[in-house]
């Protein structure tokens, strides 16, 4: 429709400054007369667009020009309304201005696509806190005070003090230099530099932060999803870790998944099995991961592993055969 395109026209030149007419073609996925066709609609309108000559010419907005025109189509509000659920909004700390953020494009709609957008938004659900299985969602506590300073620090590049509570040590303060903030599988964390040196800290286990008013030494870009994938790999590659071949029940998979490090291969194996190349932390977290799926999971290699499980299985089976007999 033209009205959404004019919007797309108006945002483009107020996020990226003086664009040609053929940029703007290429952005829209239109001709270039379509675009000049467009300009002056916006400019009959009073939307102040003005033209530049030369080689570095091009359309561009007048400076400090504001407008409250929110252009929203269905499937954009609907969109926003999704990513505003109860468990989306509590990324980051930023429940109550996504809350509100929310309020305010609901208040910008019109009447009629209010009504549509919101009834749709309850009929789509994001991460209930329980599955099929009735298995909870497990969802760590940070403080809010902790993910506010947090995240300041981060946004304005300043060096954090934390006092963080590593693993079985004593809590200490440490002064680091913050990268970025990730939450993955409702855990967040903090990506740092200490001493020059990468650190990531669970968001969880810090117990007070304190954005300082020095600069953080730190690179002015950052690629935070390959800095993520580093870090993983490097944590894969580092202590003992183990890999398992697996069968397990189709129905079963994520509850295998959920509780390993990585999943290096998977294949279709019989009916509905499923043969997979898992990767954990260490030789007893895989023990225990497949002992939580009974019979629902079968360890096929290595042997210590399959050997690991029988013996525990056998002191299980003659400890209830005990309890029977002298029941008896």
């Not at 304005?156 to 970025?180: C, E, N, S």
Request: charged share 30%; glycine share 6%; with cysteine.
């Amino acid at each position: 429709m033209r009205a959404d395109r004019l919007v797309a026209l108006v945002l483009l030149l107020r996020q990226r400054g003086r664009l040609s007419a053929a940029t703007l073609a290429r952005e829209l996925e239109v001709s270039t007369r379509t675009v000049l066709r467009d300009i002056e609609a916006l400019s009959a309108a009073g939307v102040p667009v003005y033209a530049e000559r030369g080689r570095r010419g091009g359309f561009a907005l007048l400076p400090g020009f504001q407008t409250e025109l929110i252009g929203l189509n269905h499937d954009e509000a609907l969109a926003l309304l999704i990513v505003g659920s109860r468990r989306a909004e509590q990324a980051f700390g930023l429940g109550s201005a996504l809350a509100s953020a929310m309020r305010k494009v609901v208040d910008a709609l019109p009447e009629s696509h209010r009504e549509i957008a919101t009834g749709a938004a309850r009929r789509l659900l994001i991460d209930p806190e329980t599955d099929l299985l009735s298995h909870r969602l497990v969802t760590e506590e940070v403080r809010d005070s902790v993910v506010t300073e947090v995240r300041r620090a981060v946004l304005a590049g300043h060096k954090l003090r934390i006092h963080y509570a590593a693993m079985d040590q004593a809590p200490q303060w440490r002064t680091v230099d913050p990268i970025g903030m990730v939450t993955v599988r409702d855990r967040g964390y903090l990506l740092a530099t200490r001493s020059g040196a990468d650190r990531t800290y669970r968001l969880s286990r810090v117990l007070a932060a304190e954005e300082l008013p020095e600069p953080a030494q730190r690179p002015h870009q950052v690629d935070l999803d390959r800095a993520w994938r580093e870090r993983c790999a490097r944590l894969l590659a580092g202590g003992d870790p183990v890999t398992v071949l697996v069968r397990v029940k189709a129905a079963r998979r994520e509850d295998l998944v959920r509780t390993a490090l990585a999943v290096r291969a998977e294949e279709p194996d019989t009916d509905d099995w499923l043969r997979l190349e898992v990767t954990f932390s260490e030789a007893e977290h895989a023990e225990w991961a497949l002992w939580q799926l009974a019979t629902n999971a079968e360890a096929l290699a290595p042997q210590w592993l399959r050997t690991a499980l029988r013996d525990r299985a056998a002191a299980m089976a003659s400890r209830y055969e005990a309890s029977s007999e002298s029941a008896a």
